[in-house]
């Protein structure tokens, strides 16, 4: 079945992502006024991902790009998500933040791209090689922004035991105009 070989291949990126790096990430979540995700197409998606769960966790969380999005300041925390990591409009957001004082983060499969060489921490998501070159059996960049996805969940539930929150508190807190 090729949903047990996709299982597979995230179990293995996910498995090589240093946990030392992500518990970094979950305490700069903590410790910052505010955070701020961006991303661009599917990456962006989990970006957002991110931005909802941080929301509903209680904390201050904004997309990049939304009308509602106030100005970064030092003390914020930008978090980019970007499998290549040299989209040149993210590299710009990255630039901007890091004169701006903010802490930078990027989840990249490329850590000695434009964006993880600007920023403050890198996470990387080790992609698996393969001999045809290919780095997954799915594709485009289908395995980094599914690990991407359950890198920022399990961000999201250890953020869940170190501030005491519930599900239940956090239900409360979810969209309720939909």
Partial sequence: MIATEIAAEVQSAISATSQ???????GVLLRSRRT???????????????????????????????????????????VVASGSGETSSLIAIVERATGLGAFVATVTSAPRASIARM?????EIALPEMPDRLRSIQPLGSLYEQCTLL????????????TGTSADVMRKRHANLE
């Fill in 119 to 123: 920023a403050d921490l890198v996470i």
């Fill in 36 to 78: 701020f995700v961006a991303g661009t197409g599917r990456s962006g998606l989990m970006a957002r991902a991110l931005a909802m769960r941080l929301m509903h966790l209680g904390l201050e969380a904004y997309i990049v790009g939304e009308t509602a999005t106030p100005a970064l300041q030092q003390g914020d925390a930008l």
């Fill in 151 to 162: 890198l920022f969940d399990s961000i999201a539930l250890e953020l869940m035991q170190r």
């Fill in 20 to 26: 030392d790096a992500v518990e970094k990430l979950t």
